[in-house]
Every structure is written in C-alpha cells, then in structure tokens.
C-alpha cells in the first residue's frame, strides 16, 4: 500500500479516536483494509509525516478560521444548523445521528410512542440521565397506577434511572415495591424477580449497605443456579455482584475465585470484546490490584480500557470505570517506582484522570457521586506528584 494511502487512512482514523496508540492504528487500518501490508514502522512514518502536515497547516492560517468549517454540522431531527440554536450530541450516536438541537430531542422524547425514549437513545442505548427522564417516567408510573396497570416494568426502569443518576434513596422504595408485586403475582422463582432481587442488592451496594445487599445477592444466587443453570448470564451477573460485594468486604480471598470463573465463562461463551466480558476483566484486575499483584493486574486493566475504548467509544461511563482503575493503579505504582520510572506513570495517571473527570461532568454531571471520586482521584494524584521530590509538572 502507498505511503499515500495510508497517510490518508491514519488521518481519518485520528480524527475519530484522537487517543489511539501505534498498534492500535496497526490494527484499526488492518481491519479497514484487509490484505494491507502495514506494520508499526510504516505508521510511525505516516504518524510523523501527518504531525508535520498539522503544524504546516497552523502557520499557513489563523488560528480562528481553522477548524470551522470542516463539515456542515445538522440536527438529525429539524436538519437545520446551528442557526436555530446550538448544536449538542445527546448521546453515543456517530455520524447522520451524532449532533442535534436539544430542544428538538425533548420534543421527540415527549411525542415518542417508543417505550425506551423517554429515558435513553434507541440507537446507540445511550441514557440521557437527565432531569427529563425522570419527568417522563414519574409521569408514566403516575399514569399505570391512575389506570391500575401493571407497574413493575416502569418501577424498574424508573428506579434504574434513579440508581444511574445517583439518587440511591429515591431508587430503593422504588425497587422494594416492583421486588413485592413480583413476588406476589409471578412467584419466588420467577426470572423477573430473580432480577429485580438482584437490582435491589445492587443498589443496596452502591449504597454502602453491604450488610442488606449480601443475603439478596445469595438469594438470587441459589435460586439462579437452581432454574437457570450456573453458566447462564443472569446467574454470572450475581456472581460477578457478589463478588464485588466480597471485595468491598475486604474478603478478597473469597471473591478472587468468583471473578476468575466469571470472567473465564464470559471469555469463552461472549468473547474478549463483549462489554460484559470487559467489566469482568475490570473487575478482576481491580481484584488483583486490592491484593498488590500489580503485575497481574495492570495488563488486564490495559486490555479493559483498550477494548472498552473501542468498542464502547470514549463517552461510555463503562469506560471511565475502567479508566479510573487504571488511573488508580498508575497512581499506586508510581508512588512504589522508582523516581525517573514513577514520573511516567505519573503523566499516564494524570492524563487519564483528568480525561475521567472531564467526560464524567460532561456525561454524569458535576455532583454524581462517581463524578466526585474521579475528582477526588485526580487530586490524590497530584498530591502523590506534588509530595515525590524531583517530579515536575510538565
Ligand atoms: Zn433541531
Ligand atoms: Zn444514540
């Protein structure tokens, strides 16, 4: 392939995924062009070659008319442009769907006859987690009780929403009631119970309640395994949970051989790509990091994040999961390396905190709790830097 050709391809591919590193691209204009001979080298070369073109362009023009009009950017829904108000991106979406008028996307919201569009984007499942999704839903609930109707399904997914924004004490009574009525009218071992049985723990969990999430957890475990078999999604996802719970117990003895079985199914059954497959290698190398086996865990967290980047894009709150593992990691080892290695992880870390916090304002919000721990994180990190002798901030 052309030096050319491949110029070309990189630039689109850095313009998507500004974060990719030299294999990634290796593999990205692989996948793009099957049969294409690349390799490292012939990226670096292309990677100089365009960082140079960059920096040609810069002198060439002012600042102020670079970038602006790239491409014309349109609201999928009116497709008008920024004329008629600023344009936002709602959601994950890519492409024709990636900006929009937020005015526009409500109004659809509150005409939609769709059951999810209220609260996430039915292309990409994307949630918006705002104020609006709990209107529309509080407004449905409100509507199924006036009607006497079925209510577990919006108490569930209004409950969930709650528990994704961070509103733990509005969720649980929510849960508790969709827990009773399923029990009630469809029965111990149904598998709608089974889940809510464990949504409840979950939230009970992030929480703090470790004392109430724990026989919830072993509940849906016994009787998962019993109906469903231990190999099943559902009875993995208790397992995963608990030993999540474990591990904030500080019995990580216990919880270690639940997340390698996890993860080891998932592997095999979803493949390495799988989101849920990712969460169970983020789990077990946060696992591995609690017990000081960095390094067993900081490749495992490196292939997280990698993975996570790629398929889940670099909006998914999953990946700030993972980025923040990493980050804390980095952040931990830095302060056990020695002064000229620690400094390199040190950037590492900070970059990938700082990057945390920005995508979490901007996704979650400024006062969600997980929003506040990256920011908490990051600060740890620049007090780690600030209190090493020797480290600059460059
Ligand atoms: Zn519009
Ligand atoms: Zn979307």
Redesign the pocket.
């Known amino acids: 392939m052309a030096q050319q050709a491949i110029l070309d391809a990189l630039r689109g591919l850095k313009t998507e995924n500004p974060g990719l590193g030299v294999k990634r691209l290796v593999v990205k204009l692989r996948e793009q062009q099957p049969g294409m001979e690349v390799g490292t080298k012939e990226v670096r070369e292309a990677l100089s070659a365009l960082e140079a073109e960059c920096e040609a362009t810069a002198a060439a023009a002012p600042p102020t008319a670079h970038g602006e009009e790239e491409d014309e950017k349109r609201c999928w829904i009116c497709l008008e442009g920024e004329a008629n108000g600023p344009l936002v991106q709602?959601?994950?979406?890519r492409g024709t769907?990636k900006w929009s008028h937020k005015a526009c996307v409500d109004d659809w919201r509150r005409k939609s006859d769709k059951e999810d569009a209220a609260y996430r984007?039915?292309?990409?499942?994307?949630r918006y987690r705002d104020a609006l999704s709990l209107e529309l839903l509080s407004a449905r609930l409100q509507a199924k009780r006036t009607n006497d109707e079925d209510t577990i399904l919006t108490l569930d997914t209004l409950a969930s929403e709650l528990q994704a924004q961070g509103k733990y004490d509005e969720a649980e009574p929510l849960y508790r009631e969709a827990l009773e009525v399923s029990r009630e009218t469809q029965g111990e071992r149904h598998p709608e119970t089974l889940t809510l049985i464990n949504s409840l723990g979950s939230l009970l969990q992030d929480k703090g309640d470790l004392a109430a999430a724990e026989p919830l957890y072993r509940e849906a475990l016994e009787v998962s395994y019993d109906t469903l078999g231990w190999s099943h999604p559902d009875t993995l996802l208790v397992i995963s949970n608990l030993s999540m719970l474990l591990r904030a117990k500080g019995d990580l003895a216990a919880a270690e051989p639940l997340c390698r079985a996890v993860l080891f199914v998932r592997r095999e059954f979803l493949g390495n790509r799988h989101p849920d497959t990712l969460s169970s290698i983020n789990i077990l190398g946060a696992l591995l990091h609690t017990k000081g086996k960095y390094d067993e865990a900081e490749p495992l967290l490196r292939e997280a994040v990698e993975m996570s980047r790629e398929t889940l894009g670099s909006r998914h709150p999953d990946t700030l999961q993972n980025i923040n593992n990493l980050g804390v990691l980095l952040k931990i080892k830095g302060d056990l390396c020695v002064l000229l290695e620690a400094q390199g992880k040190y950037d590492e870390a900070e970059a990938l905190h700082r990057e945390a916090v920005e995508v979490s304002r901007e996704t979650l919000g400024n006062r969600h709790p997980d929003t506040l721990t990256f920011i908490r994180n990051l600060g740890e990190v620049l007090e780690a830097r600030r209190a090493t002798p020797g480290q600059s901030a460059s």
């Open positions: 709602m959601c994950a979406c769907a984007c039915g292309q990409c499942k994307d």
